[in-house]
Nanobody, 126 residues
Framework: QVQLMEYGGGSVQAGGSLRLSCVAS????????LGWFRQTPEKPREWVAR????????VTADSVRGRFFISQDRDRNTLYLQMGSLNPEDTAMYYC???????????????????WGQGTQVTVSS
C-alpha cells in the first residue's frame, strides 16, 4: 500500500510560480512511476508529468512542457512539481499518483495509477 500526500497548492497571479510536494510512504519504492495529474470540475483528470522511479527519467505533457518540471528526492521520499509561468488555465486540483505497473512507462492514463493523494488546489488569477 502506497500512501501519498500533497502540499504546496495555493493562489498565485498569472506569470507566477509554485512548487508542489508529494510525500510518499516507504512502500513507494515499489512503484514504477510517480506522476502528477490535475482536474477541474469541467474536465476529466489530465496527466501532467511522470518520473520513472528506477531510471529517474521524466516526461511532461505538451501543455506544460518548458513550464513545469517533475523531480524526486528519493532520500526524502518526496516528489515535486515545479510550476512556472502559470496562467489561469493551470487552475485545477493537482494530484500525485503512483503506479506499480510497468505499463506506466508508455501509458499515462489515470487508470494505470493505483494510488492517489488527496489533491492540492492551485488557483491562478489573471
Amino acid at each position: 500500500q502506497v500512501q501519498l500526500m500533497e502540499y504546496g497548492g495555493g493562489s498565485v497571479q498569472a506569470g507566477g510560480s509554485l512548487r508542489l510536494s508529494c510525500v510518499a510512504s516507504e512502500s513507494a519504492v515499489n512503484a514504477h512511476c510517480l506522476g502528477w495529474f490535475r482536474q477541474t470540475p469541467e474536465k476529466p483528470r489530465e496527466w501532467v508529468a511522470r518520473i520513472h522511479v528506477l531510471a529517474q527519467t521524466t516526461v511532461t505533457a505538451d501543455s506544460v512542457r518548458g513550464r513545469f518540471f517533475i523531480s524526486q528526492d528519493r532520500d526524502r521520499n518526496t516528489l515535486y512539481l515545479q510550476m512556472g509561468s502559470l496562467n489561469p488555465e493551470d487552475t485545477a486540483m493537482y494530484y500525485c499518483a503512483a503506479s506499480t505497473s510497468p505499463q506506466c512507462v508508455f501509458d499515462s492514463a489515470p487508470g494505470v495509477y493505483e494510488y492517489w493523494g488527496q489533491g492540492t488546489q492551485v488557483t491562478v488569477s489573471s
